[in-house]
């Protein structure tokens, strides 16, 4: 309460819950973004479908912020959409998700966790007096996907309404924390460790967890990550 009053931040609604499970209050508060380092509160609500959710990562001892605009920045496949894709690369291999997702590319991606909060967002950017370009919020998708796979992303998001990225980043393989480090994000979201581990290292990162019910899910992921950030 103290820091609220000292950096004059516009909160006014607190809650102390005395260390009981958050997860129940998501709807009492009206919740679009659940963070935390509890990874049952985290994946109660995953699993609830209510809202965006992340398991957050210890923070970069270096983050500097050099812009005064907010950047967030998030992974595709699980993340803003649905894990369907990401699990026919897993099972079928590269080639057989190339060539589904070419076949594919004008039928709409499912929703993922973070859909709606992307929408939200992308709406918020509409209410600025500015052009969009030069909004204060900034919004990336830093993916593993790229050609052929990278139009079925476009084309879902126009689908969704005209949802506005800034920036949009098709890596096919290269490593995601450089430029995740280039484009400032204040945080990123992505649902494989493999790449958190090493953005965190320079941005603040959150994971995405498998919903209980998803083929990806692995109940012993949980207990990797709570290791590692011990």
Same mark, same amino acid.
């Given at each position: 309460?103290?820091?609220?009053? %000292?950096?004059? *931040?516009?909160?006014?609604?607190?809650?102390?819950?005395?260390?009981?499970? *958050?997860?129940?209050?998501?709807?009492?508060?009206?919740?679009?973004?659940?963070?935390?380092?509890?990874?049952?509160?985290? &994946?109660?609500?995953?699993?609830?479908? %209510?809202?965006?959710?992340?398991?957050?990562?210890?923070?970069?001892?270096?983050?500097?912020? /050099?812009?005064?605009? $907010?950047? #967030?920045?998030?992974?595709?496949?699980? $993340?803003?959409?649905?894990?369907?894709?990401?699990?026919?690369?897993? @099972?079928?291999?590269?080639?057989?998700?190339?060539?589904?997702?070419?076949?594919?590319?004008?039928?709409?991606?499912?929703?993922?966790?973070?859909?709606?909060?992307?929408?939200?967002?992308?709406?918020? %950017?509409? %209410?600025?007096?500015? /052009? #969009?370009?030069?909004?204060?919020?900034?919004?990336? #998708?830093? /993916?593993?996907?790229?050609?052929?796979?990278?139009?079925?992303?476009?084309? /879902?998001?126009?689908?969704? =309404?005209? $949802?506005?990225?800034?920036?949009?980043?098709?890596? =096919?393989?290269?490593?995601?924390?450089?430029?995740? @480090?280039?484009? =400032?994000?204040?945080?990123?979201?992505?649902? &494989?460790?493999?790449?958190?581990?090493?953005?965190?290292?320079? $941005?603040?990162? =959150?994971?995405?967890?498998?919903?209980?019910?998803?083929? *990806?899910?692995?109940?012993?992921?949980?207990?990797?990550?709570?290791?590692?950030?011990?």
């Amino acid at each position: 309460m103290n820091s609220v009053r %000292q950096y004059k *931040l516009d909160i006014s609604r607190m809650a102390f819950s005395g260390g009981e499970p *958050l997860a129940p209050y998501i709807d009492a508060f009206d919740i679009d973004l659940f963070l935390s380092k509890d990874s049952k509160d985290v &994946q109660s609500v995953i699993d609830s479908k %209510q809202c965006a959710a992340a398991y957050i990562y210890s923070p970069p001892t270096e983050f500097k912020s /050099t812009d005064n605009r $907010v950047k #967030i920045a998030f992974d595709a496949d699980a $993340v803003i959409f649905s894990d369907d894709s990401e699990s026919r690369y897993k @099972k079928e291999g590269l080639d057989a998700f190339h060539k589904f997702e070419l076949e594919n590319e004008d039928v709409e991606l499912g929703e993922g966790p973070f859909a709606k909060l992307l929408i939200k967002l992308s709406k918020i %950017q509409e %209410q600025f007096h500015t /052009t #969009i370009e030069l909004s204060p919020l900034r919004l990336a #998708i830093v /993916t593993a996907r790229n050609a052929p796979a990278h139009m079925r992303v476009i084309k /879902t998001l126009r689908k969704w =309404g005209g $949802v506005y990225v800034d920036e949009a980043y098709f890596l =096919g393989g290269l490593s995601k924390d450089k430029v995740l @480090k280039a484009f =400032g994000a204040h945080i990123f979201f992505d649902d &494989q460790d493999v790449h958190l581990k090493d953005s965190s290292k320079y $941005v603040p990162s =959150g994971r995405v967890p498998y919903a209980s019910d998803s083929p *990806l899910y692995t109940p012993d992921m949980e207990n990797i990550t709570l290791i590692k950030n011990q």
